[in-house]
């Protein structure tokens, strides 16, 4: 039997699968702190730019200030930070160096693990993102194998990419990552074993969202596979779209004969925290959920399912739902399978929306004619030409094909001034000037 370690989810994935990334404030994650502290958790899955950019917007709190907040109340425990390596809080690509400056001040504000999280399994691109993270004295990377379904996603496509991480001196451990919840027990049995012999020694963990409920089950025998470390939410910041519940998961796999070694104690007053807080904001719990085979086809994450079915009811074409899954499917085909991981969920569900609506692609969105342009690296497998002929034949196309690379660093100072800190200039770079206004003007986010 194995030791098996906890990554808890709460503080950034289950905040924004059930929350919206805006149901915790500073208030609250320094609350929670000293108590997640105390549980003897591998590491949290911390923030992201996501969350970041929703701190400010929403709360007026400044994000820099609760990492070196958390960090002082949390000594031992790793802080985790995910990103794609090409943007920081907006949609538009960032200049390298200025990807470097935001890797250089989340260690020095306490984040001392990144996930790299390259939506389009670019290999050349995730080790020029773990180099820079290295440089910037991140001490653990983590490179993700983002599990997706398709004609071209099958084991082999997992080994070869477990293998080039392997031999990436800059990727210090590799997950699993499942965002909408889709990675079978029966897959699991061939892919994780498989992915774990060729990584040797490099440690695996396994993320995998409760989406349709079978990560529970994909849990309980993953360790006996070669996973290490499994990742989990807290009470009501577990199951449903976010990640397995932790208390039902650790419950599980000591049943299976493993151990797992947390303070239990602390772990129950962390996951009561989230409850008394869910119940005194009016927060949605996580629930169990139901098998769904429909998201084996279209794979869309739950927040970005409940913000479409929104959308069309909005629009009063809530009956064309199943019309919008089908052609999900379809212009995922056509765009050479991108994985249903931010930024892509969103690209492709609006672009089969557009499609739905009227002629299909008479309507392109400008995320979707950077995506086929390149800007998000290169496509697993090719666009159709059909489509990307489409697409880039307008003018919209050779418009945004033209844009000016991204600002430097240096470029940003001479715009915004040389007497703002680099944190001020990374929010101000990539994000509206009222926003960052009204952070600074709240001043200080209180304790509690």
């Known amino acids: 039997m194995a030791d098996v370690g906890l990554v808890d989810v709460s503080l950034r994935d289950g905040n924004q699968s059930l929350w919206g990334a805006a149901g915790l404030r500073t208030a609250h994650v320094l609350q929670v702190a000293p108590l997640l502290e105390r549980v003897g958790f591998r590491a949290l899955d911390y923030s992201s730019s996501t969350a970041m950019g929703m701190l400010v917007r929403t709360h007026r709190e400044n994000p820099w200030d609760l990492f070196r907040r958390t960090r002082r109340l949390m000594p031992t425990t790793k802080l985790q930070f995910i990103g794609t390596g090409f943007r920081f809080i907006s949609w538009q690509n ?172 602390a772990l129950g007053l962390a996951c009561d925290f989230f409850g008394r807080l869910a119940a005194a904001e009016e927060l949605p719990a996580g629930r169990p959920q139901d098998f769904d085979a429909a998201f084996l086809h279209h794979q869309i994450a739950g927040g970005v399912m409940t913000t479409t079915r929104r959308q069309l009811r909005e629009i009063g074409m809530e009956d064309r739902f199943e019309s919008l899954i089908e052609e999900v499917g379809r212009v995922r085909t056509e765009l050479g399978y991108p994985i249903m991981v931010t930024p892509f969920p969103q690209m492709v569900v609006s672009q089969a929306l557009f499609n739905v609506m009227g002629e299909r692609y008479a309507n392109v969105p400008d995320q979707v004619i950077r995506y086929v342009l390149g800007s998000f690296g290169r496509p697993t497998t090719p666009i159709d030409p059909s489509v990307q002929d489409r697409i880039l034949d307008r003018p919209r196309a050779r418009e945004l094909a033209a844009e000016p690379d991204p600002p430097s660093p240096s470029e940003l100072r001479r715009h915004f001034g040389a007497a703002i800190s680099d944190e001020e200039l990374l929010l101000r770079a990539h994000m509206p000037a009222e926003q960052v206004d009204a952070m600074l003007a709240a001043g200080p986010a209180p304790d509690h």
């Open 94 to 265: 960032s200049h390298p160096e200025t990807m470097q400056l935001v890797y250089d001040r989340l260690v020095e504000a306490g984040i001392d693990r990144v996930v790299v999280l390259d939506p389009m399994h670019d290999m050349d691109a995730a080790r020029a993102t773990a180099r820079r993270l290295k440089r910037a004295g991140v001490d653990e990377v983590v490179g993700a194998l983002t599990f997706t379904i398709s004609a071209v996603h099958d084991d082999a496509f997992y080994i070869d990419l477990a293998r080039q991480m392997r031999e990436c001196p800059d990727i210090d451990r590799v997950y699993v990552k499942d965002p909408a919840g889709i990675l079978t027990a029966e897959r699991a049995r061939t892919l994780l074993p498989a992915i774990k012999a060729e990584l040797r020694d490099v440690p695996l963990e396994l993320h995998s969202h409760a989406t349709i409920g079978l990560s529970p089950l994909t849990y309980s025998i993953a360790p006996e596979l070669g996973v290490e470390v499994v990742q989990t939410g807290c009470g009501v910041l577990g199951n449903g779209s976010s990640l397995p519940e932790v208390r039902r998961t650790v419950a599980n796999l000591r049943e299976m004969g493993h151990h797992v070694d947390i303070d239990d104690r």
